[in-house]
């Protein structure tokens, strides 16, 4: 059974910082795209950060550029986002997924963690 496992949410102020990690378990994630994904109350679920994890490249939404990165190691298969610079409006229930190359849907998910961001 794969399985993926998010931890690191939190309540943080405005300005400070967040470590969020996803343990996968049950497969390799060789040929994958893992992401992290966010939802905010009242709001459809968006794409925040995405990484191939053969090639190492990235992707940002625009609202994180610059204050956020995904990071995939593949001894731990664990993908991880460092967040900093928070602001309220990053305030949302963030999950971890994946999906294989060339697929839109993606095949696995977390079940999300709660970031708070208070100004």
């Known amino acids: 059974q794969v399985q993926l496992v998010e931890s690191g949410g939190g309540l943080v102020q405005a300005g400070g910082s967040l470590r969020l990690s996803c343990v996968g378990s049950g497969r390799t994630f060789r040929s994958y795209v893992m992401a992290w994904l966010r939802q905010a109350p009242g709001k459809e679920r968006a794409s925040v950060a995405t990484i191939n994890t053969n090639s190492g490249s990235t992707s940002y939404a625009d609202s994180v550029k610059g204050r956020f990165t995904i990071s995939y190691d593949n001894t731990k298969n664990t993908v991880t986002l460092q967040m900093n610079s928070l602001k309220p409006e990053d305030t949302a229930v963030y999950y971890c997924?994946?999906?294989?190359?060339?697929?839109?849907?993606?095949?696995?998910w977390g079940q999300g963690t709660q970031v708070t961001v208070s100004s």
């Open positions: 997924a994946a999906r294989r190359f060339g697929k839109v849907t993606y095949d696995y």
